[in-house]
């Protein structure tokens, strides 16, 4: 326990003072932030609008945070005011805890109230977000019917979709974070498979959600070349090193352009190399996540170890045998993996069950792993500088 030093109350472990706090640093910027973002999105649409409009206020002087200039439904402008909710307040948590929004949609209906003067001659709209992401209900449905004219003005379905966004990419960290318990509820609309409270695979669900998420925002051109060129393929070996990752990296961009992609995706680079002609081919493959083997049974051992397996060299020879591009026949190869490309946000897979000839076995070895400063340099290419992680 310990005072907080701008208000000066008891702050606990949990730390969730800071998310009501009126002195607390972020209680502002996210204030602006969210509405400056309706305000812009009503001006795109051609609706003009203006924050902290004069010559409107309610009994007590206060005045909504904006409106529009021009009428919005009804021959009536839009008003609309801002609150962000603390989600674990203790006059909130007991409704929170129990449905999704609760805190925003109490914040709403008493806005509604203290506002209930302009109902005659605007259009109302409180706009409760909390502080753990949920929105109250007329703030999706302000949310949902500017995303509709958004729609309307660029003739773009997935405008809405890009306003919600933009919020929830704000650099204000307090108005970033999505209730996990309705994104559950939303994603088994769409995916059974994760109806209920069993056990699920936590990376195919993962897989799942970034990859819904990047081709609803996708924002590549819809109507590609009709020949375009296959984004793994052996490099030309007349280009430099840097050229061909880049002109492979290029032509993924040319389907894939997203905040997912920016944040996500890495590219790996794999070496096939003869060993009778001694000819190396390069080849550059976008990655969403490094699937690492666990190269023991049991026991303990690092992620570096795994990283270690994963980047080894894999001798094909055998059935394998590729076909050597100089040689024109299949010859023993040399195969290996490095990272040509970090993500900022690196995604690990561990794959914990091992292939027998009869069944698949769970693999329980223990994998310690850095909270803080993950280096992974020794797997890069050459002259790609290196990017720690943390957890």
């Not at 307040?89 to 203290?114: F, N, Q, V």
């Not at 024109?328 to 292939?355: A, D, G, M, T």
Request: glycine share 6%; net charge neutral; proline share 6%.
């Amino acid at each position: 326990m310990y005072n907080n030093i701008g208000c000066g109350s008891t702050v606990n472990e949990k730390g969730v003072h800071g998310l009501s706090c009126k002195f607390s640093a972020g209680r502002f910027p996210r204030h602006s932030s969210v509405n400056d973002l309706i305000r812009r999105a009503l001006t795109t649409s051609d609706i003009p609008a203006v924050l902290e409009p004069l010559g409107i206020s309610r009994d007590d002087g206060k005045r909504p945070d904006g409106m529009s200039l021009i009428p919005w439904s009804h021959g009536k402008p839009l008003v609309w005011d801002f609150t962000c909710v603390d989600t674990v307040a203790a006059s909130h948590i007991d409704s929170t805890s129990k449905i999704a929004g609760g805190a925003a949609d109490s914040a709403e209906k008493m806005k509604l109230k203290k506002y209930s003067t302009l109902r005659d001659q605007y259009i109302f709209y409180p706009v409760a977000i909390e502080t753990y992401g949920s929105f109250g209900p007329k703030a999706t449905e302000l949310f949902n019917l500017i995303g509709r004219k958004l729609i309307h003005k660029t003739d773009d379905n997935r405008a809405r979709s890009f306003l919600i966004q933009q919020k929830l990419w704000s650099n204000d960290p307090s108005i970033r974070v999505v209730c996990l318990d309705d994104l559950k509820l939303r994603i088994q609309r769409f995916a059974p498979q994760f109806r209920g409270s069993s056990q699920q695979d936590a990376q195919e669900f993962l897989c799942y959600l970034l990859e819904g998420l990047h081709e609803d925002v996708n924002m590549a051109v819809d109507e590609p070349n009709p020949n375009p060129k296959p984004v793994l393929m052996e490099i030309d070996k007349s280009f430099s090193f840097n050229v061909d990752a880049m002109d492979s990296w290029s032509r993924f961009l040319i389907m894939n352009k997203s905040k997912f992609v920016d944040n996500f995706v890495g590219q790996l680079k794999s070496t096939l190399r003869c060993t009778f002609c001694g000819y190396c081919s390069e080849t550059f493959d976008p990655f969403w996540e490094l699937s690492l083997p666990i190269p023991q049974r049991s026991g303990q051992l690092s992620l570096s170890h795994c990283l270690d397996s994963f980047t080894s060299v894999e001798i094909l020879d055998g059935e394998e045998k590729p076909t050597c591009s100089m040689c024109r026949e299949k010859r023993k190869c040399l195969k290996s993996l490095f990272i040509n490309k970090f993500p900022k946000i690196l995604v690990i897979h561990l794959k914990r069950f091992s292939q027998t000839v009869e069944f698949s076995e769970k693999l329980n070895t223990f994998v310690d792993f850095p909270l803080i400063g993950l280096d992974i340099s020794p797997y890069a290419a050459e002259d790609i500088v290196p990017c720690p992680y943390n957890l």
